[in-house]
């Protein structure tokens, strides 16, 4: 099944505001920051989950390993995991931290035989998606946001707060839903830098593009038959060994496959993180897969069309807990001399979950279409209280840059 637009980012930035859904804001009085490093060399740290321990209130940090995280009690102590790293919970002593992460020093236990093929592994993880999943409904808090630069330049911002419904899995009349409860956008005023392209992207990831629950991509039988399956070393994910396993093109199709790894917990054979890859070795294959429209005359080279899931376990139950796509691309008009590089950027944190009577769906009328993009008033930027009351993923230091740049 290819990965196509049914979700939409648009970079031509001219479509009609939407309506907020209406949502009672959160209280969420109390405020952490902080930076994450790699306890060796001191790297910073992107993506890595951050929550407050014995609640369901999380995000990530940035690309400069920054966090900031909100509740609406003093937190005593936050939780901090990332792939290949031990997790560590941390005491929350001020307002602001700093924590170094440790490699995971994997042991493994030489009794632990896989018997079978990758494939016959990963067939067997699908089988299990049923036990690994919640059977009631759910609503999920989150935060969204979408950039998209021009060579090294921002020429967009988006960001949202979203609800997403998700059904029961044995409930074969349910729907999964996602709305938006309040959002803002920035554009840069030039003309030069509106673009009549759409790929993928926006509000309704949660949904889409939750491939374990909607079993779309990869995680059919039809599609399991187009790929080779390799197993690689293992890895830790939040102190639990993983089965890494690469999987690539097995045939050729009249469309781009995909390429990439899933990891599944060895003992739940959950799956915990899928990270793929559109294969752009044909370049006309891989533009039909990423693009939606394009102006007459525009020239559209794909340079790379990616995505990561992330599963959180809580309680032996497996959820959607952070999900990123990129597109990286060339556009030029063919009477042009020098072709222009562009990156568009989608990423989605779940920052607090509500079930039983609080899992209330979303209505018809409040549902975001997967066919529309993000867009509403940009004038909301000048507000430094926007997202007072939400978790929200905390800007980097070029992004924060860049919006004072786009506000001017």
Not at 50 to 72: E, P, R
Not at 324 to 333: A, E, L, S
Request: charged share 25%; net charge positive.
């Amino acid at each position: 099944m290819r990965l196509i637009g049914r979700i939409v980012i648009s970079l031509m930035l001219t479509l009609l505001a939407l309506s907020a859904m209406a949502a009672p804001a959160d209280t969420l009085r109390y405020s952490i920051r902080g930076l994450v490093r790699d306890a060796g060399s001191g790297k910073p740290l992107e993506a890595v989950s951050v929550s407050v321990a014995g609640t369901k209130l999380a995000t990530i940090t940035n690309k400069d390993g920054a966090f900031i995280i909100k509740s609406d009690s003093v937190p005593e102590q936050l939780v901090f995991s990332l792939l290949g790293y031990n997790t560590q919970t941390v005491p929350v002593t001020g307002a602001e931290l700093r924590v170094r992460l440790t490699r995971s020093s994997l042991l493994l236990d030489p009794a632990t035989v896989v018997y079978g093929s990758p494939q016959s592994l990963v067939r067997y993880a699908i089988e299990k998606i049923k036990d690994n999943l919640p059977d009631e409904p759910e609503l999920f808090d989150c935060f969204y946001r979408e950039t998209v630069q021009k060579r090294q330049r921002y020429i967009y911002v988006s960001e949202a707060v979203t609800k997403t419904y998700k059904a029961a899995w044995s409930n074969i009349w349910g729907r999964d839903r996602a709305g938006v409860v309040k959002s803002r956008l920035l554009k840069s005023p030039r003309a030069s830098d509106t673009l009549s392209v759409k790929v993928l992207g926006g509000p309704v990831m949660a949904v889409d593009l939750d491939l374990v629950r909607t079993r779309s991509m990869l995680l059919t039988e039809a599609e399991l038959d187009q790929y080779n399956f390799e197993m690689l070393a293992p890895d830790v994910i939040d102190g639990r060994s993983q089965y890494v396993i690469r999987f690539y093109p097995a045939v050729e199709e009249d469309y781009a496959l995909q390429q990439g790894k899933m990891y599944i917990d060895r003992q739940t054979f959950a799956f915990t993180r899928i990270e793929t890859s559109l294969d752009i070795s044909d370049p006309a294959k891989a533009t039909r897969a990423m693009l939606v429209n394009r102006p007459a005359g525009l020239r559209f080279r794909p340079r790379e069309m990616s995505l990561l899931l992330n599963y959180k376990e809580e309680n032996g139950l497996y959820r959607l807990s952070y999900l990123k796509t990129t597109f990286r691309f060339n556009c030029d008009w063919r009477k042009r001399l020098f072709a222009t590089d562009f990156t568009a950027i989608s990423e989605m944190v779940v920052t607090n979950r509500h079930n039983g009577s609080a899992a209330v769906p979303i209505q018809r009328a409040d549902e975001f279409s997967s066919k529309a993009a993000l867009a509403d008033k940009t004038l909301y930027y000048a507000d430094p209280d926007f997202w007072k009351d939400y978790n929200i993923i905390e800007p980097s230091i070029s992004l924060e840059q860049a919006i004072g740049r786009l506000k001017k």
